[in-house]
């Protein structure tokens, strides 16, 4: 059973920082034979890519303006998201997730597995 928690999440000022991780308390989905990705979901809008991690180690972010890095410990099998300068409209649920894709993208339809969500919100 997969298995992938999200912590971190929280309430932060806007230009505040976050640092989201996510484990896998399951079989091994956060590792380097699985593409690895964070997304969120805001309000009233659809799901999105933020940062994707293909099997090579090779990171793909959204345009979010360098303030998003992405990292994946293969041996801890814990994947996180740094965020900085956040602002308001980053205030989302984000999620983790896992993809047998060797090189998934960051379409949301790539990815089989994922975890419960942590709630980031920014206030200005």
């Known amino acids: 059973q997969v298995q992938l928690v999200e912590s971190g999440g929280g309430s932060v000022q806007a230009g505040g920082s976050l640092r989201l991780s996510c484990i896998d308390s399951g079989y091994g989905y956060i590792d380097r034979g699985y593409s690895n990705g964070w997304f969120r979901q805001a309000p009233g809008k659809e799901r999105e890519g933020i940062a994707v991690?293909?099997?090579?180690?090779?990171t793909m972010h959204a345009d979010v303006e360098g303030r998003f890095t992405i990292s994946r410990d293969n041996a801890k099998k814990t994947l996180s998201l740094q965020m900085n300068s956040l602002n308001p409209e980053d205030t989302a649920i984000y999620y983790c997730a896992a993809s047998r894709n060797p090189v998934a993208t960051m379409n949301p339809a790539d990815f089989a597995y994922w975890g419960r969500g942590a709630q980031v919100t920014v206030s200005s």
């Open positions: 991690i293909n099997i090579y180690g090779k």
